[in-house]
């Protein structure tokens, strides 16, 4: 038990942060479909957000490799913040797909701490 520090608890917060999220975007739904139901998004963007929730679902398992690494104080190398990096990508590309029209300000929000969240566990890796 010693060996769970700080960088190991963050690594548990950012690995879940980021697979509740990436789950929410693969299984959202689509609007009402009907015949007189307005497609608000086009198709591309649709797959845009399930592809961005499928890598970071990756990322997180990912994160939570790195999480038992570090936990077990195995030799293994891993490119810790390189996937910290990637998560805070997939972040930025959440906030902007929340500040286009209509707006969604509780999800930038929430995008924003998922930036940081990954930020910061970049900051912690060699």
Avoid: K, N, Q
């Avoid at 999800?107 to 969240?117: D, I, Q």
């Amino acid at each position: 038990m010693d060996r769970i520090g700080w960088d190991v608890v963050l690594a548990v917060v950012v690995a879940a942060w980021f697979a509740v999220t990436g789950l929410v975007e693969l299984f959202s739904r689509t609007p009402a479909a009907g015949r007189r139901a307005a497609d608000a998004e086009p198709g591309w963007v649709r797959v845009g957000r399930r592809v961005r929730g499928a890598l970071e679902v990756i990322g997180a398992a990912a994160v939570a490799a790195g999480a038992v690494i570090g936990a077990l104080g195995l030799r293994v190398p891993f490119p810790g913040r390189a996937v910290g990096l990637g998560l805070a990508a997939l972040a930025l590309w959440g906030a902007a797909e929340s500040v286009r029209p209509p707006s969604r300000w509780v999800r930038v929000l929430l995008a924003a701490l998922g930036f940081a969240l990954a930020v910061f566990y970049a900051g912690f890796r060699e």
